[in-house]
Structure formats: structure tokens, C-alpha cells
């Protein structure tokens, strides 16, 4: 796939999907990426698999800052898996990758939330990542 060609949004999108594949499979993100180029003909760019293995190799410190930003009636194993896979990547990139401001992570989080989620679940999203953003 030609990156040039893809917009960051796309490759967010990517990562999420592998991100959440990756709930179900004991597999690694290239075999799951592989896997999935061969039965869709759809390859991923480097941002998306790079951000999705980055979400892997960092997933317990990624789960812990997402833990720590619940309310007390909230449990990381009680957030749906779409919304989990969101705010693990955003997690990641506000973390990890110094030249996405915080801001657009966040908003590209919610906008991944509406396409993916149902009700308002984004506000949900929203709200656990605001909290991560002031503390990081």
C-alpha cells in the first residue's frame, strides 16, 4: 500500500483494527496483519502496524494509565472492546509518539468512537482520555 496515499485517519483506523483483532487472537500483530492483507488485499502502512505493535510491546503500562483514569465504579475488563482498542492506541500515541500533539490523538480517538461505537460511547472515550491528557 502506498502510504502517501493514505490519510492519517486511515492509518489510526488501521491500528485500531489491528489492536482490536489482536483482543481475540493469540497471534502477533504481523501474523494478524498478514492474515488479514491476504484475505482483504488490503495492506497496512507502516504507521498503523508500527503504532499497533507499539500498543502490544506497552500494553500493561498502557492498561495501567487507562485503569487509573476510571471512576472507581469502572474496571478495565468492563470497557467494551472497541472502546478499549481506541483508548489503547490513543493512550499510545500520547504517550510514546512525541510530534502527535495530545489534542489530536484525542479527537481522532472520538472521531474513531462515533465510526466504530454506538450511542455515546466517544464521550465515554473522551472523558478517560482528557483525564490521561492532564496527567502525562
Same mark, same amino acid.
Given at each position: 500500500?502506498?502510504?502517501?496515499?493514505?490519510?492519517?485517519?486511515?492509518?489510526?483506523? !488501521?491500528? =485500531?483494527?489491528?489492536?482490536?483483532?489482536?483482543? =481475540?487472537?493469540?497471534?502477533?500483530?504481523?501474523?494478524?496483519?498478514?492474515? +488479514?492483507?491476504? +484475505?482483504?488485499?488490503?495492506?497496512?502502512?507502516?504507521?498503523?502496524?508500527?503504532?499497533?505493535?507499539?500498543? !502490544?510491546?506497552?500494553?500493561?503500562?498502557?492498561?495501567?494509565?487507562?485503569?487509573?483514569?476510571?471512576?472507581?465504579?469502572?474496571?478495565?475488563?468492563?470497557?467494551?472492546?472497541?472502546?478499549?482498542?481506541? *483508548?489503547? *492506541? +490513543? @493512550?499510545?500515541?500520547?504517550?510514546?509518539?512525541?510530534?502527535?500533539?495530545?489534542?489530536?490523538?484525542?479527537?481522532?480517538? @472520538?472521531?474513531?468512537?462515533?465510526?466504530?461505537?454506538?450511542?455515546?460511547?466517544?464521550? =465515554? @472515550?473522551?472523558?478517560? *482520555?482528557?483525564?490521561?491528557?492532564?496527567? *502525562?
Amino acid at each position: 500500500m502506498s502510504e502517501k496515499n493514505v490519510s492519517r485517519f486511515r492509518e489510526r483506523e !488501521q491500528a =485500531f483494527l489491528l489492536c482490536f483483532e489482536k483482543i =481475540f487472537s493469540d497471534d502477533s500483530i504481523s501474523e494478524i496483519s498478514k492474515l +488479514a492483507e491476504e +484475505a482483504r488485499d488490503e495492506g497496512y502502512s507502516a504507521f498503523a502496524l508500527d503504532c499497533a505493535k507499539g500498543v !502490544q510491546e506497552n500494553i500493561e503500562e498502557i492498561d495501567n494509565i487507562i485503569s487509573s483514569h476510571l471512576s472507581d465504579r469502572w474496571k478495565i475488563n468492563r470497557i467494551n472492546k472497541v472502546s478499549l482498542s481506541i *483508548l489503547r *492506541l +490513543a @493512550v499510545y500515541e500520547m504517550k510514546y509518539i512525541d510530534d502527535i500533539p495530545s489534542n489530536v490523538s484525542i479527537n481522532e480517538a @472520538v472521531e474513531l468512537s462515533k465510526k466504530f461505537s454506538v450511542g455515546d460511547e466517544y464521550k =465515554f @472515550v473522551n472523558g478517560v *482520555l482528557g483525564a490521561v491528557e492532564r496527567d *502525562l
